[in-house]
């Protein structure tokens, strides 16, 4: 079975501090894609990063990073310098070679002024 | 470049009456397309996929149904809704198999 699990239901970041939430998934497969989504207050589902699993190199966009670790099914994102902005749900997502799309439940991130 | 649009935005009906929800995609062709629904405060559920006008897989029996009459259309539907289908519903679409999926802005759905 295809799983994506978020074991951090709420976390909270001072403004200008690094957090890093937690993702991991379980899967059969050799060659998938994962992903970051934002979804803020106004619910739109925002992309934040991508990660191909036959590339070793972990995936930055700006602030944002991942550790993905293969071997572990493991795919956490790091927020660095966070802002206010950053306040939101995030999902991680699987998808194996076809089709079907697999969400975590996702983590709620406050940023602290 | 590509936009999706969903709507109503936000839609209140009685329970027993019947629903439509649409979506559109522009400036792309041959979309895979997906229906899901949020409840609050909780993840996304997949309701409903198509690769192709026509071709629907749906992941949740349920009295819901989709329809693809068009290569850009999507439509969400229930001839009867419940208290339990009130929720968020988003409508996503992707480029093809090895590529992240796009999402609508959303419907907000009560049911009464």
């Known amino acids: 079975a295809q799983t994506v699990t978020q074991s951090q239901p709420e976390m909270s970041v001072q403004e200008a501090e690094t957090v890093t939430l937690s993702c991991t998934y379980d899967?059969?497969?050799?060659?998938?894609?994962l992903f970051w989504y934002k979804q803020p207050p106004s619910r739109q589902m925002i992309l934040v990063i991508r990660?191909?699993?036959?590339?070793?190199q972990n995936a930055t966009e700006n602030r944002f990073s991942v550790n993905f670790q293969k071997a572990a099914k493991s795919f956490s994102l790091k927020i660095s310098d966070s802002q206010l902005g950053d306040t939101a749900m995030y999902f991680c997502?699987?998808?194996?070679?076809?089709?079907?799309?697999?969400f975590g439940t996702g983590t709620s991130l406050t940023v602290i002024p | 470049s590509q936009t999706i649009h969903q709507w109503p935005a936000t839609l209140v009906q009685p329970v027993g009456s019947p629903l439509s929800l649409e979506c559109t995609v522009e400036?792309?062709?041959?979309?895979?397309l997906y229906w899901y629904r949020q409840a609050a405060g909780r993840g996304l559920q997949l309701l409903f996929y198509?690769?192709?006008?026509?071709?629907i897989s749906s992941e949740v029996p349920q009295n819901l149904s989709a329809s693809r009459p068009q290569d850009r259309q999507f439509i969400l539907s229930s001839k009867k809704l419940l208290l339990s289908d009130s929720g968020f519903y988003l409508c996503?679409?992707?480029?093809?198999?090895?590529?992240?999926?796009?999402f609508g802005p959303g419907t907000r759905l009560t049911v009464t």
């Open positions: 996503a679409w992707s480029p093809g198999v090895a590529y992240e999926q796009y």
């Open positions: 899967t059969s497969e050799s060659n998938y894609y």
């Open positions: 990660q191909e699993a036959y590339k070793q």
């Open positions: 997502a699987y998808r194996p070679p076809f089709n079907q799309f697999y």
């Open positions: 400036g792309t062709s041959n979309p895979n």
């Open positions: 198509s690769v192709g006008i026509g071709q």
